[in-house]
């Protein structure tokens, strides 16, 4: 075409990126990579294709690791880790760097994850780079400060950390910067489509003066990542990738005591009312479904608009469809770029061939070689077909309309996962309302894919547990530094030969529903003092109990929308009652036990009823300075429906503590009483009854912890379980919460001082972090 | 005499420019209240967009020239100030006729080219009408009490009819801003309804003065009532305004015209004036233009910038192109 031809048609031409100094960093290495440990390569090994998606070329060859190597990568961050952790202001020095040197290389980094990603260059370089730098700075201020501000707070030492392959660099820095932070050393395992930006970051580290061993990279497939999930001298896992992973992983680590954070799939629902500015809702879209060719964890993949607009938004949305440019993802004027590999564009093209929706696909000329697929629409769908459903992880967006806004909120929560969510409204009562009752770690409110190293991200459900970013994103790579001592083991105390009962049959219940409940089974069991006095019987609670304790959560579900201000007079009200029967409470204690605390037990759990109450008005969100003209507000949400197992040492006080702290933050709860000392819990109901708790709020059960704990924590409405128990529960808990993948707090095996009230520990699993981001303006 | 007759018969090109010309002109419609109060314009959101556009759009190269070179066709070449003299005026008129030296457009491989319009004063009408006699290049002139819009009504009314008698192709008149920040639609919708009629068969530009109505929903529903009462054009600014043409503003008045060219079939021009003086600020705005409205707007029928100095910085930019050296201004024509 020449000039004159083009001043006729006003085409767009190629606007290619050079990849020169990319393609001359990958020839300086020969295009061959070891993997980098105790800050040096090592001589490639076994190796694998890392090939172009945009035009299958080799990019380069990178090692599998074996054990033999994770162990090595393990060896030298453990050595390293003492030393790394002692001074957290030279910390802040080395991160200031490594996000010095992330601007300073820019493009190389840009260029380079686009070449082995697919994905366009304006994302890699006006989004996923300079959020990489963003991440860095964050972080070392986070170290900047640690000493200050989380004086309490510990290193947890080595984390294995395994990244997906869609934002590799985005997500080594949302990983390695804050386990750097915090004085950790980190293994990292790229994904094995996506290990060159690692690799380029590895080789940087040097000039930003990493020490040898802080920070190792390991590359290769899923296998290495089993590797370094299994590993015995990890201490912490960090994934970010498939739910069906991250379920294997939460399965695998069950019992290991490593700390675990899974950042899963997601279905996140992409909602625009009738009010809405359509034209940007629209234009939105274009950012949530067709970002990275929709190969976005977040993705607003799950469209949802307001019947009456319906028609003119999706003939709108089409219309944009047809303006998107596909092609050369090194070309600045290309919207959507290649997908991943071949593999993902299989899977994508099989999930819309096997869809009965009506399916729009614009007329954009598509490359012939390379991994490509159009932009997709598809509408008419009913939240039962599959692809209402399944993630696709792919450019193709789904969609269906709803009625009112509790509709939409009925629509938006239907799905197994909890990522994120967007809405569009100008209604700011609308959006204020809706944001809150979605089931999301991050809501957008007119605006999508908003991301910054200050705002928490990360979800509910199926999509994960645990924050990243912000100060709560801390709490995944530190741990409180008190150290504790083993759990002992408490045995009921045994019948006597001669038995003496008492002189009133006392019947101890289950309490469910804000009813005393017979057990289900029909079985009680006997509980004797240490003297032989029979103290009377307690239910053995079966799976029909807890699920009944859970429908019984259900029906309780407004306990949560209550004010703090309320639940602040319940728990002084059950203070209160609980004083008024002290005496009684305390003479029970130590009957059960045979010892004399009883009186300064509950003592405690009066102070401790208060302390909840003080704090259930008190835990207050943050509003995070995100740099956009709007506001990301970190809201504390209750976790929903908690299942407890109480510790055995401290039948009342410890019970008291779950019980209130869940209270407290608008949790609802089923709770297994002592095993051994059941009464505590069971003679607790009366005063709930007498405290104007509402019913089903808290549910008491009784019997063997070992027996209810696959039970709860296989259960699939429940969304936490805690366990305190003296019985050795921690691997079963874990293992069995992989099936919705609930949050779990266990003991494993540790006992914990319950003469404190440990609040900030309480808080944060007693809480959801939601992110709600508020772009504003006039 | 007729003065359409006359222009005909002055035009010996082809009127390319005039939307009349290629397009069935705007009747309007109409006030259509339901959908007035319905416009809603996301400030943060427009905002992000318009941000990000640079980034997602490039041109390079042979097309880069191409698109500057149809900038220049789509320059409106202004003059308007109180120190304008019929030697000035001339002078501008003789640089709207050649706007791009002739080894350059040798170089590109191009034929002539002119710049969409030149826009003066009233009083400039006449000089201008004769300066640019034969090359086929409208005159536009500023009206009603341009560029507060503060005068008496009926002789707003008065002066588009003298400007139009004295040979203006374009009239490009300011609406009543208190009648946007009062929300008195109606008023708005009468007032530009009016100045329509008074224009005959001359096009008119609707002003908004986007810096002066507080908010981009007001901008939105602004445009809205101005196409739905007939006008040809619609326009950011007088360039007089402490904040002219912006992108976002741009987008909201585009996405205007989006929707009305959707609902009635009518396309309706776009012209962002004051603010833009670099190439690749003009080349933004025809992506803008190309992806949100579609290509049939980047035509000078439907699309001028209203700019002074852009012209000085596109031809530094096509020797540029044409030599690989970068330029300077004493290099090119004075306008």
Not at chain 1, 6 to 18: K, Q, R
Not at chain 1, 152 to 163: E, T
Not at chain 1, 578 to 598: P, V
Not at chain 2, 96 to 110: E, F, H, K, N, Y
Request: aromatic letters at 8%.
């Amino acid at each position: 075409m020449n000039v004159q031809d083009i001043f006729d048609s006003m085409d767009y031409g190629p606007a290619p990126e050079s990849a020169a100094e990319a393609q001359a960093w990958l020839d300086s290495h020969k295009r061959s990579f070891g993997h980098w440990i105790g800050g040096k390569w090592t001589k490639p090994g076994r190796t694998f294709a890392s090939r172009n998606p945009a035009d299958s070329k080799l990019l380069a060859k990178v090692s599998q690791a074996t054990a033999k190597d994770v162990t090595a990568a393990v060896t030298s961050a453990r050595n390293a880790q003492a030393a790394w952790a002692k001074d957290a202001k030279r910390r802040a020095q080395v991160l200031y760097a490594i996000a010095r040197l992330i601007q300073k290389q820019s493009r190389l980094f840009a260029v380079l994850e686009t070449l082995d990603n697919g994905k366009p260059i304006r994302e890699s370089r006006d989004i996923d780079i300079p959020l990489v730098a963003r991440h860095f700075y964050y972080h070392a201020g986070m170290a900047q400060l640690m000493d200050e501000e989380l004086p309490d707070r510990a290193p947890l030492g080595v984390c294995g950390q395994i990244i997906p392959w869609n934002f590799p660099l985005l997500m080594l820095a949302w990983k390695v910067a804050p386990a750097l932070a915090m004085g950790n050393t980190v293994v990292l395992k790229p994904a094995e489509y996506t290990s060159l930006t690692a690799l380029l970051f590895a080789d940087l580290s040097r000039e930003a003066g990493v020490p040898p061993g802080v920070l190792n990279i390991v590359t290769g497939d899923g296998k290495v990542g089993e590797m370094i999930v299994g590993h015995k001298d990890i201490d912490k896992i960090a994934f970010t990738g498939s739910t069906s992973v991250g379920r294997r992983i939460r399965e695998a680590t069950a019992g290991s005591g490593k700390k675990l954070t899974l950042e899963l799939g997601g279905k996140s629902p992409y909602i625009v009312f009738d009010d809405a500015d359509i034209d940007s809702a629209i234009e939105g879209l274009v950012d949530a479904i067709w970002f990275n060719q929709g190969q976005v964890c977040c993705a607003g993949s799950r469209l949802l608009v307001q019947e009456g607009i319906a028609e003119t938004f999706y003939s709108r949305l089409r219309r944009r469809m047809d303006g998107l440019r596909m092609g050369d993802p090194l070309d600045k004027c290309i919207d959507v770029g290649a997908v991943v590999d071949p593999v993902q564009l299989k899977t994508i093209t099989d999930l819309v061939a096997s869809s009965g929706g009506d399916i729009y696909q614009p007329e954009t000329d598509l490359p012939e070689n390379g991994c490509y697929y159009p932009p997709t629409l598809i509408t008419g769908l009913s939240p039962a077909d599959n692809l209402m459903q399944e993630e696709i992880f792919g450019p193709v967006l789904v969609g269906s309309t709803f009625r009112t806004p509790a509709e939409a909120v009925e629509l938006a929560n239907n799905t197994r996962y909890g990522l994120a969510a967007t809405l569009w409204t100008e209604n700011v009562n609308l959006a204020l309302d809706v944001a809150p009752k979605l089931a999301a770690g991050v809501v957008w409110v007119n605006a999508t894919n908003l991301f910054d190293a200050a705002a928490g991200f990360g979800g509910v459900r199926e999509s994960g547990f645990g924050r990243e970013g912000g100060w709560e994103g801390l709490l995944a790579y530190t741990k409180t530094r008190s150290a504790s001592g083993a759990v002992a083991p408490i045995k009921p105390a045994p019948a006597p030969a001669t038995a003496k009962a008492v002189d009133l049959d006392r019947t101890a219940k289950l309490f469910i529903g804000g009813k005393q409940a017979r057990p289900d089974g029909g079985y009680s069991r006997a509980v004797w003092s240490p003297k032989g006095k029979l103290l009377g019987h307690a239910g053995l609670a079966n799976r029909k109990d807890l699920r009944n304790a859970v429908e019984a959560m259900n029906a309780a579900s407004s306990w949560g929308k209550t004010t703090g201000h309320l639940r602040a007079q319940i728990l002084y009200y059950m203070g209160e009652n609980l004083s008024a029967r002290a005496d009684e409470f305390a003479h029970r204690i130590n009957d059960m036990t045979g010892k004399r605390g009883g009186k300064a037990e509950v003592e405690a759990s009066i102070d401790r009823l208060f302390t909840w109450a003080a704090w259930a008005d008190k835990h207050d969100g943050r509003a995070k300075g995100v740099p956009i003209r709007g506001i990301a507000l970190a809201m504390n949400e209750p976790v929903g429906k908690i299942g407890a197992f109480a510790p055995d040492d401290a039948p009342l006080l410890g019970f008291v503590s779950i019980v209130a702290a869940s209270m407290a933050m608008g949790n609802r709860l089923a709770i297994m009483g002592s095993e051994p000392y059941p009464l505590a819990a069971t003679d607790f109901y009366q005063v709930l009854e007498t405290s104007d708790v509402p019913n089903g709020v808290v549910n008491i059960l009784t019997g063997s912890h070992a027996e209810i704990a696959p039970q709860m924590a296989g259960h699939m409405d429940i969304d936490a379980v805690w366990s305190f128990s003296s019985s050795d529960l921690s691997a079963t808990i874990e293992r069995e919460a992989a099936g919705n993948l609930k949050r779990t707090w266990v003991n494993n095996g540790k006992e914990r001082d319950w003469s404190q009230a440990s609040a900030r520990e309480f808080l944060s699993a007693a809480t959801e972090i939601k992110t709600v981001w508020v772009p504003y303006g006039e | 005499m007729n003065t359409v007759t006359e222009k005909a018969a002055r035009s010996a090109v082809t009127t390319a420019q005039l939307p009349l010309a290629q397009e069935p002109r705007n009747p309007g419609m109409p006030l259509d209240m339901d959908w007035v109060r319905a416009v809603q314009a996301n400030t943060s959101a427009i905002e992000r967009r318009a941000a990000s556009l640079p980034g997602r759009r490039s041109v390079k190269k042979e097309f880069q020239a191409a698109w500057l070179l149809k900038a220049i066709t789509m320059i409106d070449l202004t003059t308007l100030a109180g120190d304008d003299t019929a030697g000035r005026v001339r002078r501008l008129c003789a640089k709207a006729a050649s706007p791009v030296r002739q080894d350059i457009l040798d170089a590109l491989g191009m034929g002539p080219i002119t710049t969409g319009a030149v826009c003066v004063y009233h009083d400039m009408i006449g000089i201008a009408v004769e300066a640019l006699q034969g090359t086929g290049i409208p005159v536009a002139a500023v009206s009603t009490g341009f560029p507060a819009g503060l005068s008496p009504y009926p002789l707003r009314v008065a002066e588009i009819r003298e400007s139009v008698k004295a040979g203006a192709d374009e009239i490009d008149i300011v609406i009543s801003r208190r009648h946007v920040l009062t929300g008195n639609w109606q008023a708005l919708y009468d007032e530009m309804a009016e100045f329509r009629k008074a224009c005959g068969d001359a096009h008119v530009k609707a002003i908004l003065a986007t810096g002066e109505l507080g908010t981009l929903r007001n901008v939105a529903r602004a445009s809205l009532v101005c196409m739905m009462a007939g006008a040809d054009f619609i326009k950011t600014s007088t360039g007089k305004e402490s904040v002219n043409a912006t992108l976002p503003v741009s987008l909201v008045m585009i996405r205007a015209i989006r929707a009305y060219h959707e609902a009635t079939g009518y396309r309706v021009g776009y012209k962002p004036a004051g603010g833009i003086s670099k190439a690749k600020d003009a080349v933004t705005y025809l992506t803008l233009l190309k992806d949100e409205l579609g290509p049939r707007w980047l035509q000078p029928d439907l699309f001028r910038f209203g700019a002074s100095s852009l012209l000085g910085d596109i031809e530094r930019q096509l020797e540029h192109h044409v030599t690989g050296r970068y330029s300077a201004g004493y290099r090119h024509a004075m306008g």
